[in-house]
């Protein structure tokens, strides 16, 4: 997934067939892309294929796969991103206006994670400004502008692909701020496939334990693994849609119910436009700084919950 050259704000999902594409992919992009989009190309394409995309987009492929539709006949191995969220453009359109600027159509670039990792929210205008911010900053607009598709995702790591790959958030790995990865293998073809380029030095790989992964995600595990089944839950009683992913987890503690109705409320009231046009007289620096702070608390506070007393029903 790139950026459209002509219009640099709007993603691009293309076949990549040389190193100097693949690394012009590199990089999150948090706004929705219809990925998808492509199929056709796919269909028509001379050659194994490798398909990169979200859990929702990995689920649609492998029910492609599963009938055996001509348009996904070329994936050999499907990889993905860990997913906590996905934003709407309105975001970038935002975080603009935080710094004055009315027009996306001037941006020239636009990276989700630039420079050093974990990297810079960073837009470069045709004036020749730039706006950076870290990338912890940017997470406060997350409330503001997450998708209702993100909220109601109940895959935090990417199950169905073949080898999924995840931010290594830890501090032991935050602090060297090299940008070091978690990676899955879920299928034989996965783990053959690392296996292949494991002597070639292609890549590194040093295993770790389960708990270990956990612990670096744990608030996500909780966000998608607890949240999205209550909030799912909150809105069958409601009579709303919601997805069937074939399974439900229950039984989670009262007070996880209590949380989740005041996260639900903030994120109904942050999604307002009077929300969004007050936060965009605030200096992003100093909101930016609160987030962080308050990921932090919701991470340790995440660290040590159990399943045990849970109900995963088919």
Same mark, same amino acid.
């Given at each position: 997934?790139?950026?459209?050259?002509?219009?640099?704000?709007?993603?691009?999902?293309?076949?990549?067939?040389?190193?100097?594409?693949?690394?012009?992919? !590199?990089?999150? #992009?948090?706004? +929705?892309?219809?990925?998808?989009?492509?199929?056709?190309?796919?269909?028509?394409?001379?050659?194994?294929?490798?398909? @990169?995309?979200?859990?929702?987009?990995?689920? $649609?492929?492998?029910?492609?796969?599963?009938?055996?539709?001509?348009? =996904?006949?070329?994936?050999?191995?499907?990889?993905?991103?860990?997913?906590?969220?996905?934003?709407?453009?309105?975001?970038?359109?935002?975080?603009?206006?935080?710094? *004055?600027?009315?027009?996306?159509?001037?941006?020239?670039?636009?990276?989700?994670?630039?420079?050093?990792?974990?990297?810079?929210?960073?837009?470069?205008?045709?004036? %020749?400004?730039?706006?950076?911010?870290?990338?912890?900053?940017?997470?406060?607009?997350?409330?503001?502008?997450?998708?209702?598709?993100?909220?109601?995702?109940?895959?935090? +790591?990417?199950?169905?692909?073949?080898? $999924? @790959?995840?931010? !290594?958030? $830890?501090?032991?790995?935050?602090?060297? *701020?090299?940008?070091?990865?978690?990676?899955?293998?879920? $299928?034989?073809?996965?783990?053959?496939?690392?296996?292949?380029?494991?002597?070639?030095?292609?890549?590194?790989?040093?295993?770790?334990?389960?708990?270990?992964?956990? /612990?670096?995600? /744990?608030?996500?595990?909780?966000? #998608?693994?607890? %949240?999205?089944?209550?909030?799912?839950?909150?809105?069958?009683?409601? %009579?709303?849609? &919601?997805?069937?992913?074939?399974?439900?987890?229950?039984?989670?503690?009262?007070?996880?119910?209590?949380?989740?109705?005041?996260?639900?409320?903030?994120?109904?009231?942050?999604? +307002?436009?009077?929300?969004?046009?007050? =936060?965009?007289?605030?200096?992003? &620096?100093?909101? %930016?700084?609160?987030?962080?702070?308050?990921?932090?608390?919701?991470?340790?506070?995440?660290?040590?919950? #159990?399943?045990?007393?849970? +109900?995963?029903?088919?």
């Amino acid at each position: 997934l790139g950026f459209n050259t002509r219009r640099p704000w709007l993603t691009r999902p293309f076949i990549a067939t040389t190193p100097s594409e693949i690394l012009s992919a !590199a990089g999150s #992009k948090y706004i +929705t892309a219809p990925i998808n989009q492509i199929l056709p190309q796919i269909e028509s394409f001379s050659g194994p294929l490798a398909y @990169v995309g979200l859990p929702h987009q990995v689920q $649609s492929i492998r029910k492609l796969q599963m009938v055996k539709d001509p348009a =996904v006949k070329k994936i050999k191995y499907i990889i993905g991103p860990f997913f906590g969220n996905s934003l709407d453009f309105s975001a970038v359109t935002s975080l603009l206006k935080s710094y *004055g600027i009315n027009d996306y159509r001037q941006i020239k670039k636009l990276s989700f994670r630039h420079g050093r990792w974990p990297g810079f929210t960073r837009i470069e205008l045709a004036s %020749g400004q730039t706006i950076q911010l870290p990338k912890f900053y940017a997470n406060y607009l997350i409330p503001f502008h997450i998708t209702r598709r993100s909220l109601l995702c109940t895959d935090f +790591t990417n199950e169905f692909t073949d080898i $999924s @790959v995840g931010d !290594a958030w $830890s501090p032991v790995y935050e602090d060297r *701020g090299r940008g070091f990865s978690t990676v899955i293998s879920r $299928s034989g073809a996965g783990q053959h496939l690392l296996e292949r380029m494991l002597p070639k030095n292609i890549i590194n790989l040093k295993p770790i334990s389960v708990a270990e992964a956990v /612990s670096m995600h /744990s608030h996500g595990y909780d966000f #998608k693994k607890r %949240g999205a089944f209550i909030r799912i839950s909150f809105l069958r009683l409601l %009579g709303r849609p &919601v997805p069937d992913y074939g399974y439900t987890i229950s039984g989670f503690p009262a007070s996880r119910y209590l949380l989740e109705i005041i996260i639900d409320i903030m994120f109904l009231i942050c999604s +307002t436009s009077p929300a969004r046009a007050l =936060v965009e007289r605030i200096n992003p &620096v100093l909101i %930016g700084r609160l987030f962080q702070y308050l990921r932090k608390i919701w991470k340790k506070s995440t660290q040590h919950i #159990k399943r045990e007393g849970l +109900t995963v029903s088919l």
